[in-house]
Structures are given as structure tokens and as C-alpha cells.
């Protein structure tokens, strides 16, 4: 009997617990959210969400890897990328021993290296890591502008405009800090009105010299050269270095005897 009860007991029991998980336990439970609060979650909260993940072509340069650049870096190896390209331009100039024609990049190379060794020539006290990068950056612009041979009239009248197109492109591909200092050192070269540039215009005029003489003035038979024309060209190595000037002089010279330079 009493194992009876106990069960009539536990199955009365059961409709209560029901009711009570029904209706007293309704206090218990997560409110519904009001239309308000729904709004303002969507919409007044928008600034304060997560930012949303930057495209993975814009964090990773497809070129670089998967690692983050960063603006500055990536325009960096951007920029030392385009300019492999002066290595395609090549000048009117040939290499000793009657080689091929030379590039720009190699007559850069050139000028810098001369520039350090023949330092103690120069006129005037001069920044010779100053000098070496005027060199290396100075044909840069032929990249667009293409080489413009020392002795053609026609394509000098056009080369400023050509080379002032070409740096802002190629040099807008740095970081603005960096674009403004070779612009700058650029513009200096050009201009030919510090120590520094005065120096390497003469290398910018001794190093063809030297390869041409080199080549039995192959170069300068071909285009029918005349002397006034190198003498002309050769006036701003004298505002570099006089004692550079007088073996550029002696050159000239020993190569008019020869006839490899119209007189």
C-alpha cells in the first residue's frame, strides 16, 4: 500500500513541475529584445564594430609572399624593381675592346665608381656619397625618355620635356619622402650649380670619352662627330675638375691626329 501511494504521489507531483516550468519559471528567461534595441544594435552600433579584414591582395603583394609589406616597403621594392629596367636602355656608346653597346644602368655604375676614385681632382671639397648617388639616379628618367645622344640636336630640344614626365612617374612610385629626395637630387644634376654636380658631370662626360678613345673613336666616326661639338659638351668638365679637363683635352687631341674626330 504504502508503494502506492508514494506513486500516486510522485504522478500528482508531475503536472505541478509542469505548470511551474510553464509559468513561474517565465521570469527565468532571456527577454525577448524590444524593436528599439534591435535598431540600435544594427544601426547606432555600427562604429563600434570590428573593422572589416583588409583585402588580402592589399596586406600581401602577390610579387612579395604571403607577409605584410606595409605601404612604404612594398613602393620601395616596387621602385627597385622598375628601375631594373634601366639595364634595357642602351646608349650610343659602345664597351672597350669594340664591345656591344653599353646600358645605361652600366654607365651609371661606371661614373659612380670614377667619381670615388678620381675624388681628389674635383675643383672644389665635395660630398662624394652625395656624388656617387647623383650618379647612379642621373639616367633614371631614360627609362620613359629613352637615351638622347649627346650630339643630336634634334632629340636634345625635345629631352627635357621627355625626362621632367618620366621622373614624376617613376619617382611617384616611392614613398613621398623619398620621391622628394631624388627628385631633388635630380634636379640638382641638372641644374649643374653645386660642387657636387659640377663633379659628376665630368664623369658624366669623361666616362664616354674614355670608352670611345678606348674603341679607336669608333662612335664618334660613325656620327660624323666634329670637335667643336665635343668641346662644347666637355666646357661643364672644366666647371668639375681642371685636371680631368686636360686629359680630356689630350684625348681629343690625339684622336683629331688620328681622324676619328672631324676638326
Not at 661639338?229 to 688620328?258: A, F
Amino acid at each position: 500500500m504504502g508503494s502506492a501511494k508514494e506513486s500516486s504521489q510522485l504522478n500528482a507531483a508531475e503536472p505541478a513541475e509542469e505548470f511551474r516550468q510553464e509559468h513561474i519559471g517565465e521570469s527565468a528567461r532571456e527577454p525577448e529584445k524590444e524593436p528599439a534595441e534591435e535598431f540600435r544594435q544594427e544601426h547606432v552600433g555600427e562604429s563600434a564594430r570590428e573593422p572589416e579584414e583588409e583585402p588580402a591582395e592589399e596586406r600581401y603583394g602577390a610579387e612579395y609572399g604571403k607577409i605584410c609589406l606595409g605601404d612604404r616597403l612594398r613602393r620601395q621594392l616596387d621602385f627597385s624593381l622598375e628601375i631594373d629596367k634601366e639595364k634595357n636602355i642602351f646608349r650610343q656608346t659602345h664597351l672597350s675592346g669594340n664591345g656591344r653597346n653599353e646600358n645605361d644602368a652600366e654607365h651609371a655604375w661606371h661614373m659612380a665608381i670614377m667619381a670615388y676614385l678620381f675624388r681628389e681632382y674635383a675643383n672644389e671639397k665635395v660630398d662624394i656619397s652625395r656624388v656617387m648617388l647623383m650618379c647612379l639616379i642621373h639616367d633614371i628618367v631614360e627609362i620613359d625618355a629613352g637615351d638622347t645622344y649627346a650630339y643630336d640636336e634634334a632629340g636634345i630640344e625635345t629631352q627635357k620635356a621627355r625626362e621632367d614626365a618620366a621622373k614624376e612617374r617613376i619617382f611617384s612610385i616611392l614613398p613621398e619622402d623619398q620621391k622628394a629626395e631624388l627628385t631633388a637630387l635630380f634636379d640638382e644634376f641638372e641644374a649643374c650649380g653645386t660642387p657636387e654636380s659640377r663633379y659628376a658631370h665630368a664623369m658624366d662626360n669623361l666616362q664616354p670619352l674614355i670608352l670611345n678613345n678606348s674603341n679607336r673613336g669608333g662612335d664618334w666616326k660613325e656620327h660624323k662627330v666634329r670637335s667643336e661639338q665635343i668641346y662644347h659638351r666637355q666646357e661643364k668638365t672644366k666647371l668639375g675638375s681642371m685636371r680631368l679637363y686636360e686629359v680630356v683635352d689630350s684625348l681629343i687631341q690625339k684622336n683629331i691626329k688620328e681622324g676619328n674626330i672631324i676638326p
